[in-house]
């Protein structure tokens, strides 16, 4: 996922509590975090920072442009009951009026210490976000910790310590990347670490847990997992036999690991957002609670964590040097590689058979030829544009033009795979590139920044070429069509026809969808309002948009099943592209 981590604006909020310290480290203050969850089901978390501080104005910062998150998501709208102490008594504070996550606390004379306490209100229903989105139900929480602090001014994340723990409710159990160093009962302390690691490691924590080893080589691997339900952790051997063999693939594919243990936190609940989200060590990611138990489930959630476990290598040991800035250029790499890379492992791990791998990369490569906003803007700019844009409705999703980035770049990454092939006669591959660009020696986390003209640099030593010119061509270029000299490089071609494929018939289990992208496009809900329509085809040409509505398809009321009848027979009797 993206967001760019901003160091500038990324200090975070110390926290509260029980044994928990605060003082002067070597680098920086440490912060002493307190944080009670006791009342996640009621979705209010409460936290309380100890901060060292010095008479006079202290400035605090709430996480704004959270790591992965490619914008400004921290959920400053949710942070609520702020109260700032020294010594007992309440200390006067004001927001900036420029920076509405910054705050200036008033500090006495006499006093070294500023104690902050904070209600974080976490959402009650869905609304667009990641970490800020829904992450509580009666059975289970997410903490992501850049929800719960704040930081001070004048200091790097790096810089920053803080010395953490958590209350949860009673009999929850929890999985995290961060070690603990103590334990009493519900209360949880763990090692202090920097304020970067802090927030690359969330914890999952509920009622049903379950713990899954994955490697117990050295650094070791386990995927941890909290359901609402205990059932949907019941699921076939054969998905924890993938997810081994995905930690084995990673490991041949770029040859060394920038991890001390990794831990694969996997939330399934229909409650709470569902995304992926990166961090050195561990990932939090958030799927529908059946999905591993039903079989269309596990279709369609292939190739989460394949993505997401990438990351670690490519998006936090390897990130593009302006991402601190942030800006977002060269997320063609950062989230664009990871996709392909993301999608090969699912399919090397045995997540996806073959035959669903190349349906997914037929229907990636079927929605960019038909992607309307590609007449207007280029590659570089969906990148460019996406802290500002992606929080977009889905109307004018195909025009307007998203976070192509992601899918169009598996186009593209499969191409430059196909030229080095060429170029080496089969000698190389872009196996090559990733252990070059990502690989020895092994290590603990840490960043190594890149820049465009490294990644063309490197190419060129796999395979000398014109990348320079390749990739510039590749990420200006625009038009109608997708780019598909990858794919037809590799000996497929991409083909229409009136058989749903296996991918298609899993996504339509529940018929709550009308996906005609690619016969007169547009999609739309079963209730037959339409959600988006693609410019230029036969819905738009007939004067249909988003926001309307299809109220019956040939004399019978619209539902998903009545469209697909429909679509079928009118293709049974004109053998047409469309279909
Ligand atoms: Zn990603």
Redesign the pocket.
Known sequence: ??SSCGVRKFSCLAIFLLSAFSGWGANGPTVALSVDASEAPRKIIHAQLRIPAKPGTLTLYYPKWIPGEHGPTGPITDLTGLKFTANGKTLKWRRDLQEGFEFHVEVPAGENEVVANLDYASPASFEPGYSSGLSATEKLYIVNWNTLLLYPAGYGTDQLTYSASLRLPAGWKFGTSLHVSNRAGSDIHFSPVSLTMLVDGPVIAGEYLKVVPLSTENPPAELDLVADSAAALDAPEEVWEHYRDLVKQAGILFGARHYTGYHFLLTLSDHVAHF?L?HHESNDSRIEERSLIEEDGRKLTAGLLP??YV?SWN?KYRRPADLATPETDLLWVY?GL??YLGDMLAARSGERTPSLARDVLAQIAADLDHRSGRVWRNLQDTADGVPDMQNAPHAWEDYRRGLDYYDEDVLTWLWADVVIRQQTKGAKSLDDFCKLFYGAPSGPPMVKTYTFDDVVSALNQVAPYDWRGFWTERLSNHGPRAPLGGLEGSGWKLVYDEYPSELDRAGDRDGKNINAHYSVGLSAGSDGVIRDTVEGMLAAKAGIGPGMKIVAVNGRRISAEVWRESIHTWCGTNRSRIC
């Open positions: 996922m993206g992926g990166e993505h997401e990351h998006g989230e990871t996709s």
